[in-house]
């Protein structure tokens, strides 16, 4: 069992790109049954009073945040496609954020990138960020890297991260984000949280 020690007072949870679209339409999300992990973690950090945050992307009508052309959002403006005013119609319903939870609009691939997900972390006073997501080789690997830099200690609950490619997100579980974090089951993360 990894070594997990937490002040509560100054521990978030990231529910990243948890989104009712994407990530709900891999099918390895529901092999590996992310969902229900995701939501035992997420359960046992609100038992045990930690801030809970999500961040989802999200973008104002006609996409005015990507570049017209040679970015890797380029096609999602050019699809014209309405989103939801309220990013968080966006988040999976099973792992929704409840009254109070912010939810953070991003523009680019990390948390931290061009939102205000900085500014509710400094003003919660947190230092401790668990992460859980989709996908493992995007948000997640993003928001490791800047909150490593950061000086924010970092825990990755593994089985509460999905990719569409199980390879790398071994890879980076196994040789990659160790380097920067702390990697753990969420049983290991479930009871951490309820010690």
């Known amino acids: 069992m990894a070594e997990i020690t937490l002040d509560k007072s100054t521990t978030a949870l990231l529910m990243a790109d948890f989104s009712a679209g994407n990530m709900a339409q891999n099918p390895l999300v529901h092999e590996r049954q992310t969902f229900a992990r995701a939501g035992a973690v997420l359960a046992a950090a609100r038992q045990a009073g930690i801030f809970v945050t999500y961040c989802i992307a999200h973008f104002r009508p006609g996409y005015p945040e990507i570049p017209a052309q040679h970015n890797p959002r380029s ?54 960020l668990i992460l859980m997501g989709h996908a493992t080789s995007g948000v997640i690997l ?33 040789k990659v984000f160790p380097r920067q974090a702390t990697v753990v089951s969420a049983a290991e993360m479930v009871a951490a949280l309820g010690a």
């Open 75 to 128: 096609p999602m403006r050019a699809t014209g496609a309405v989103l939801p005013a309220d990013p968080a119609l966006l988040i999976h319903p099973s792992v929704a954020p409840r009254e109070g939870e912010p939810v953070i609009a991003k523009h680019r691939t990390s948390a931290f990138s061009g939102s205000a997900f900085e500014t509710i972390l400094r003003a919660q006073g947190i230092e401790t």
């Open 142 to 174: 993003s928001t490791v890297r800047l909150a490593a830099d950061r000086d924010y200690h970092v825990i990755v609950v593994e089985d509460g991260c999905a990719d569409r490619d199980p390879d790398v997100h071994t890879l980076l579980m196994e």
